[in-house]
């Protein structure tokens, strides 16, 4: 220290004092210093991130420092510009200063641990006493570490179940972010961890062959490793993938079948076994499930219920071939995989062959007859299939010395399994008195013979006593004749005279009287009667003689008897309204009720619209007429009233709007005049002259009557002007009373019999009223109605699926063969035989005006029926004027005919369906031509017509015979104008 010259001597006095008492530290003499090594910058070099303490140590550097001077340096201290949060460590300065004789010292510095990447410079100062300051830098680079990328995997290996020493391959797919290379090592485990897993040697691809030869569990999962020597960091990195759980399995073993179920053939009702054979493999246990099958096929049998056994009886009640087969099942819980193995037996294939048998059947022994029986009845023998095979072919034959005395029908000639069919014997008609017997076998394809014996014992008869009290009145060109009834007469024989012991029989009747016609007035007629039964006729009666005579103009009655009131029915109340008047014209008892028309108007205005007036007659009468004036008609037809006569024979049920009123009065030329025409509504019985004539046309035909023919005639009457309404513009129904004792199955169909000797079907069918059997006949015309029994059978339709309808149509003349004995069912039906049918079907008069078509000439067979179809709007030709008559009418052709006469029949079509049109039920509905729709629709609803299966409906197809002649019937049936077909 200097102490300035001007300071005073009492300051150095002072300082002299201080010294002496407080010791003085040392100071560098003036000029002195010291200097620092290394001088200006030190670098301590690059370290790398993460650097350890060791490291940090080994980059320690030492500073010295060096006194320039003698004098001492004292309090030599070192500070780091960072402060506490500097990146050096620094030691103290050894010595903290630098005495005498002291020159140098030091201190070391090195880097903090953990400091982060980055380039550190800070300035470390030495100070010490007396000012004395040096500075050096000191500078560190802290490099950032860089690793190998942990590698990335995007598919993991993917455990499964396999079976036992089968392929399995594992794979695993990963990439790594830098430019390492990547490694792998598989490992197994015993258990779904990747810690303590065990390296599979040679494993070190992606890829990974699982051993599978050891049954059970097994756990894999891959290292992948990413080798970088680029990076200053981990050299090597690596992830494991997901555990891929291996389950490699052991299965049941399929069982071993040792003996096969054979093939076998048996007989209906035999016993039969089948068996099969079989082993374990592996120990475990073995089951059976048997299955049955339509068809040699393993693949889609049926499950036998409870058949579990190693053998199977076999039904065999019902014949065929059926398939058999085992599956037979091994059982074994002890392996890890699937427990059950199968393995199906051979197909056994059993055919068991019908047995051929039919029901017993007892001799048989027909009710007596006696003689001179006309007829017998047949005696019904019933055949039943007792056996399982169907039997074809079935005939029945007669043999013996009587055979040719009997008359046998055929059963159905197949024969289902239980089925039944029947067929008749009978005596023939006229045998002698005697005992007739038959030997009947039955025989069929396969059957053994089955034979029983038929008798018959036809006994004498009486002959019937001679007709008495005969009795002859004379008529104009006519003779009258009339006798007692003879107990035991069934018939009588009349016969005119012609000269000695000579007599031309006229007619054999029932009733016990008759007139002869057209005799010649002023000559003498000589008649006799014999009676007849079965037995045969009597001796002739005494001679009647007649002789006929001119009438006067009018003819009177024989008889008249006196007017009485009766009784008419205005829906169901009785009312005197009528005037009852009996006479005896022309040999027939005629009954007339005249309607009175007061009281019946003033029923009509209490009753409103659609009233029904009866007429009733409750006496017997071969004629009776309703009779009402024309003012009283028209009234009651514009109130749609319908008049009902009824007799003891037949009713006629007429609605009076069917009477063309204007077209008759004009014919009459009544000036309009209502009230001066009677309109005359009459049934009546035919005299003996033409009920002959229908027998006749009958016969001639090959049919037999039932019953009597009545006559419906509608007659209008002005003066001695008359004129018939013969034609209806719709059905008119008319009932026939069936005789006492006949069987209303006998009755086929109604027929008209023209007075021109033509004769044509009606719609006819057998209803019940009051326990009475009635045929109601509905027909357009008003003629002669008589009801027939008729048969029809054809070789080629016995079998046929239209057999039934093709056999009633034919019996009731509306479908003919094309021979006798052949109908042809599948061949294809013309137009012209379509239209002719339907009209038969319906019972349409012919039309014999000129023809509406070109191409049908007016002498071919078809002309009249055409005609007829055409003028009811039943058929229309084509656009060129064609009919096109020996063409193949098409399915849509024909239904269209059809749903024209359902508008004939009353038979509503598709306008009574709600719902969608049947048409479109159809899959091919589409080609039905839209002129055809409506009447296809038509037929369909109206149940005539149904498709060729459930979706196919076939409109351009042709109509077969056969199916013509089951829509025919469809339309009359579902018209509710004949009987249902019994099935």
Known sequence: MRIKKKQGLASLIIIALLLTIIPVPLHAAPGTSFTVSPAGNLDLRTLTEGYSS?????????????????DAITNLTATLSGGPTSSFLIGTVNGNSLGAGVMSTSLNIRPKTNVPAGTYTETLTFTADGGLSESIQVSLTVIELVHAATPAIHIQPIGESVDKDSFLMLDVWATVSDSGTLGYQWFSNTTNSTIDGTPIQDANSEFFEVPTDTAGTTYYYVGVINSNSTVNGTKFTSVFSDVAEVNVLVHASAPSITSEPANEVVNTGDTLTLSVGASSQDGGDLSYQWFSNTVNNASEGTLIPGAENASLTIPTDAPGTFYYYAVVTNTNNSVNGVKTATLNSQIAQVTINPTYSIDPIANQTAPELVQGYTSSDP??????????????DTAVTLSGSDADHFVVTQPDAALAPGATSSFTVSAKAGLAPGTYAVTVTISATNLTDESFYFTQVVAAMELPAIPQQTNGIAGNRQASLSWETVTGATYYNVYRVTGVAEYELLDTITATSYTVQNLTNGTTYGFVVAAGNNGGLSHYSNLIQVTPAAPPVFSPPLFQQANEAVEVIVNGKAEKAGILKKEFINGQSVSTIMVDEGKILERLKAEGENPVITIPFTSNSDVVIGKLNGQLLKLMADSQSIVVLRTQQASYTLPLKEINLAALSQQLEAGGELVDIDFLIEVATLNNNDLHK???????????????????????????????NTHFSTYVERSLQLPEGIDPSKITTGIIVGEDGSMRHVPTKIVTINGQYFAQINSMSNSVYALIWNTAAYDDTTTHWAGKSIHNMGARLIVNGINENQFAPDRSITRAEFAATVVRALGLKLQTSQNSFKDVEQDVWYSNFVQTASAYGLINGFEDGTFRPQDSITRQQGML??????????????ESISSIAKIHYYNDAEHVAAWAVAGVEDALSGGIVSGKDSRILAPQADITRAEAAVMIERLLQNSSLINETSK
């Open 54 to 70: 060791t490291k940090a140590l080994e980059l320690q550097q030492y500073i010295t420092l060096t006194k320039v001077g003698s």
């Open 379 to 392: 005696k019904i023998i019933t055949i039943k299939n007792s056996g399982t095979g169907s039997l074809t």
């Open 694 to 724: 229908v027998k006749e046309t009958i016969s001639a035909n090959g049919l037999a009557m039932v019953g009597s023919p009545i006559r419906f005639t509608v007659t209008a009457v002005s003066g001695d002007s008359s004129v018939e």
């Open 897 to 910: 005919i059809l749903s024209k006469a359902m508008k004939l029949t009353g038979l509503r079509g598709a």
